[in-house]
């Protein structure tokens, strides 16, 4: 064995050839990596270029360009002459807010959000506590029934709602009348409209928030539940001490995603009441949405950006809030 040691070092040794293409690869490597390097990023933005250009012409153009919309006085007639338009800075942002229609919209969609989002979250998340541990059998077909509103198109369930919230012939108020009870125009009264979207919204959206908080609360260890109930603690205290916290990641995406779509509501109003009665449950989309309608563009993209900030505010607010502290 140290013969062949020492004669395969003699051998290394005497090979000069070898240490040249050695030393020729060290010196050509680097140029080959930096060909090949080349290549895959051209590859890369060959493959990347189709979604480029249709980021850039169907979602970062149309940003910008409704930014600077908003800063003019563009309104329908100006579309054949788009470069006549006066820039005006923030004056439609103040006349927005001078505008007791849209501060009422704003006010409707501040209700709509600080009473349904909690609401939403509240009932996910009872939903998920029932499923995970008092619903024993027929779990899948509940789980199926909470979740089939959300997959249902929103305009198909707000024209069975206003069906059924008819004031002569709907059933709502048909069923109340066998209890001797007068019911009332929901859609069609300052009092009930607003509330009537709200449960709504709580119907439809309560199942997403069921399903997210129902996979938070199977991911809670049991080690630590068991540990909770021998330290003496009670069904309560295990619910609050030790899985409410495990579910703040949950939680945290569930109010993001159900506030922004909250502040965007507009299909509820759209189709059933049109933001009546008396813009009683005209909200700031829709208020967008009409001054888009009535050629007011520079209004329009001005509530839209109005929208964005709120959403941007609080989508910052619940990350402060619901994070997790560790």
């Given at each position: 064995?140290?013969?062949?040691?020492?004669?395969?070092?003699?051998?290394?040794?005497?090979?000069?050839?070898?240490?040249?293409?050695?030393?020729?690869?060290?010196?050509?490597?680097?140029?080959?990596?930096?060909?090949?390097?080349?290549?895959?990023?051209?590859?890369?933005?060959?493959?990347?270029?189709?979604?480029?250009?249709?980021?850039?012409?169907?979602?970062?153009?149309?940003?910008?360009?409704?930014?600077?919309?908003?800063?003019?006085?563009?309104?329908?007639?100006?579309?054949?002459?788009?470069?006549?338009?006066?820039?005006?800075?923030?004056?439609?942002?103040?006349?927005?807010?001078?505008?007791?229609?849209?501060?009422?919209?704003?006010?409707?969609?501040?209700v709509f959000v600080l009473v349904g989002l909690p609401?939403?979250?509240?009932?996910?998340?009872?939903?998920?506590?029932?499923?995970?541990?008092?619903?024993?059998?027929?779990?899948?077909?509940?789980?199926?029934?909470?979740?089939?509103?959300?997959?249902?198109?929103?305009?198909?369930?707000?024209?069975?709602?206003?069906?059924?919230?008819e004031p002569r012939a709907g059933l709502v108020n048909?069923?109340?009348?066998?209890?001797?009870?007068?019911?009332?125009?929901?859609?069609?009264?300052?009092?009930?409209?607003?509330?009537?979207m709200i449960v709504m919204a709580v119907w439809r959206?309560?199942?997403?928030?069921?399903?997210?908080?129902?996979?938070?609360?199977?991911?809670?260890?049991?080690?630590?539940?068991?540990?909770?109930?021998?330290?003496?603690?009670?069904?309560?205290?295990?619910?609050?001490?030790?899985?409410?916290?495990?579910?703040?990641?949950?939680?945290?995406?569930?109010?993001?995603?159900?506030?922004?779509?909250?502040?965007?509501?507009?299909?509820?109003?759209?189709?059933?009441?049109?933001?009546?009665?008396?813009?009683?449950?005209?909200?700031?989309?829709?208020?967008?949405?009409?001054?888009?309608?009535?050629?007011?563009?520079?209004?329009?993209?001005?509530?839209?950006?109005?929208?964005?900030?709120?959403?941007?505010?609080?989508?910052?607010?619940?990350?402060?809030?619901?994070?997790?502290?560790?």
């Amino acid at each position: 064995m140290p013969t062949s040691t020492v004669a395969g070092q003699g051998t290394k040794k005497s090979d000069p050839g070898g240490e040249r293409s050695a030393a020729r690869r060290r010196t050509v490597s680097p140029r080959l990596r930096r060909a090949a390097q080349g290549r895959q990023s051209r590859a890369a933005w060959t493959l990347a270029a189709p979604f480029l250009v249709l980021f850039l012409a169907f979602m970062l153009l149309p940003v910008v360009w409704s930014m600077l919309m908003s800063l003019t006085d563009t309104q329908s007639a100006d579309l054949r002459t788009p470069l006549n338009v006066s820039f005006i800075g923030f004056d439609n942002y103040v006349r927005l807010f001078e505008d007791e229609q849209f501060v009422h919209a704003l006010r409707n969609t501040a209700v709509f959000v600080l009473v349904g989002l909690p609401l939403t979250l509240a009932a996910g998340l009872a939903a998920a506590v029932v499923l995970n541990s008092g619903i024993r059998r027929f779990r899948a077909l509940f789980r199926v029934g909470f979740y089939l509103p959300v997959i249902t198109s929103v305009v198909a369930v707000a024209v069975v709602w206003k069906t059924l919230l008819e004031p002569r012939a709907g059933l709502v108020n048909t069923v109340l009348a066998w209890f001797g009870i007068d019911g009332p125009a929901w859609l069609a009264d300052t009092r009930f409209a607003l509330p009537v979207m709200i449960v709504m919204a709580v119907w439809r959206n309560l199942g997403t928030v069921m399903i997210i908080m129902l996979a938070g609360l199977q991911s809670v260890p049991r080690s630590l539940m068991e540990a909770a109930e021998l330290d003496g603690a009670g069904p309560w205290q295990r619910f609050w001490g030790v899985t409410f916290p495990l579910l703040r990641p949950a939680l945290l995406l569930t109010a993001v995603t159900t506030g922004i779509g909250y502040l965007q509501f507009f299909d509820e109003p759209f189709v059933m009441t049109d933001g009546g009665p008396l813009d009683s449950t005209l909200s700031a989309t829709l208020y967008a949405y009409k001054q888009f309608g009535n050629g007011n563009y520079e209004m329009a993209t001005a509530a839209g950006y109005v929208v964005f900030v709120l959403i941007v505010a609080l989508t910052v607010l619940q990350f402060r809030v619901l994070r997790d502290k560790d």
